[in-house]
């Protein structure tokens, strides 16, 4: 085994697409930086999560909306073409071949190496490639951890041993099962619950306490209402007590869940979509005085904790602050800016609130669509966390329903639009949207959050008639504008 030596000014631990962010970010300035890289280049999202879910999201909410319009709704036929999604959400993973993303990452001046990389004191690195080869990298200004999060599986006896999908498994499937089981009620869950239900598998989602417990009530509801009508097997308070999965001897045998209640379910497969946690363990971190395995604390600038010097960064889910991609991203950004701005010596101490070397906005005004049909789009806090964190609010309700735009898009469109409006300074400092479609009203809601705008200003901002962004103007009517 050989073993070379190697000094830059930037190493980037992690080539997803946070990872990247920060990577031509400092790289921009003229530092040179390495990114180091076991997986693929692109990370997750790219191959396991945000594009593949979508892919397989999307054509059965095309079917779905031209059933719900007249004219439509009789040319369609016939349902899904399962093989078809497929194909189509490989097409979109380059069939798991990273080729093209890192001959981006290479036209942009940024330096590639595989293999896993492993801290071994302050700026000091160790990468172990495939063939067993080492590369002792030194850094000059700044490491930063950008190795993303890692499946939870709940400590369910059986449970491991049925080897059951995490998201990985259910976004890269070159087959639909006739069974699913889904265990969960975030995003991840309601998603593929769907999905699967649309391409033919007979679901049963298993829900500790609500769906989508961290959005507004009405969020899970409504999404519950839809996959229940869709045939999709919702059973709310249900927990498995242990799973055991059929030996067959070419594999795949039918896993039988046994839940707490004594009743059980049997399914082909089971998605376990329970959570995720920062992957940290195995890094090094206990070489720099933290805990092997341990969530990171960061500041806006992403410098970690309990780390002398200012010189180790974590960014995205491994910061553990919120595990959505294009937040990650947008810290990414932050963080390969202030570490440039550190080390040309124009950033030192805290950086400011709201400058381009904190991230602000992930405290307070981070956006998250659910893609789930009817789509939840939300930004900022709901009612329940801002009357925790001590704000005066007011709750303002309209049904999207009954805005025109929304009755063009279908008939019998069923949705629900709120605002939280912090009332001593009457700016809107949450939204949700669930409907059809909504997703493409959340940005005017993040720039109203993030602005702060008044709310006697942004009666100002008049939304185009006949689309659904009117159930703004509905809803500062409601407030009493």
């Not at 992690?14 to 180091?36: C, I, S």
């Not at 709750?395 to 025109?404: F, L, N, R, S, W």
Request: aromatic residues 4%.
């Amino acid at each position: 085994m050989s073993t070379r030596e190697r000094e830059t000014d930037v190493v980037v631990v992690g080539a997803g697409a946070v990872g990247e962010n920060v990577a031509d970010r400092a790289a921009r300035t003229g530092l040179e930086v390495v990114v180091v890289e076991d997986e693929l280049v692109g990370g997750e999202c790219s191959y396991w999560a945000c594009m593949p879910s979508k892919a397989l999201l999307l054509p059965g909410h095309a079917l779905a909306a031209a059933r719900r319009l007249p004219g439509a709704a009789q040319a369609v036929t016939g349902g899904l073409d399962a093989a078809a999604v497929l194909a189509r959400r490989s097409s979109f993973t380059s069939d798991w071949d990273d080729s093209s993303q890192v001959q981006w990452l290479e036209s942009t001046g940024l330096h590639l190496l595989r293999g896993r990389a492993r801290l071994t004191g302050p700026r000091r690195l160790e990468v172990t490639a495939a063939d067993g080869t080492t590369t002792a990298l030194g850094a000059r200004h700044a490491v930063v951890l950008a190795t993303g999060s890692v499946p939870v599986l709940p400590d369910v006896p059986g449970l491991v041993a049925a080897n059951p999908w995490t998201s990985r498994e259910a976004t890269s499937a070159d087959a639909v099962p006739g069974r699913l089981a889904v265990l969960g009620g975030g995003t991840v869950a309601v998603e593929m619950a769907q999905a699967y239900a649309r391409l033919g598998s007979r679901v049963t989602l298993l829900v500790r306490s609500r769906l989508l417990a961290k959005e507004e009530g009405f969020a899970g509801d409504l999404v519950a209402d839809a996959l229940r009508a869709e045939g999709v097997d919702v059973r709310l308070g249900a927990s498995p007590a242990s799973v055991s999965r059929a030996a067959r001897p070419e594999g795949g045998g039918e896993v039988t869940l046994t839940l707490e209640d004594g009743s059980t379910v049997v399914a082909d497969e089971l998605l376990v979509a329970t959570g995720r946690r920062a992957a940290t363990e195995g890094v090094g971190l206990e070489t720099v005085g933290l805990q092997d395995g341990a969530a990171l604390e960061v500041d806006d600038s992403g410098l970690v904790a309990g780390v002398e010097g200012g010189w180790l960064h974590a960014v995205g889910d491994v910061s553990g602050r919120v595990q959505l991609t294009h937040q990650g991203k947008y810290e990414g950004r932050v963080v390969g800016d202030a570490i440039a701005a550190r080390a040309r010596g124009e950033l030192t101490g805290t950086a400011p609130a709201w400058s381009r070397y904190a991230a602000t906005a992930t405290r307070t005004a981070t956006p998250q669509v659910t893609f789930t049909d009817p789509e939840v789009a939300s930004v900022g806090r709901t009612s329940e966390r801002a009357r925790r964190e001590g704000l005066d609010v007011r709750v303002v309700d309209y049904e999207i329903g009954d805005v025109a735009g929304a009755s063009l898009v279908a008939d019998g469109y069923t949705g629900r639009a709120r605002l939280v409006v912090d009332e001593q300074r009457r700016v809107v400092v949450g939204a949700t949207f669930v409907g059809q479609g909504v997703a493409e009203l959340l940005h005017s809601a993040t720039v109203a959050v993030v602005g702060e705008v008044p709310l006697d200003r942004l009666w100002h901002a008049v939304p185009s008639y006949p689309t659904i962004s009117e159930v703004w103007l509905r809803l500062l009517e409601t407030y009493g504008l």
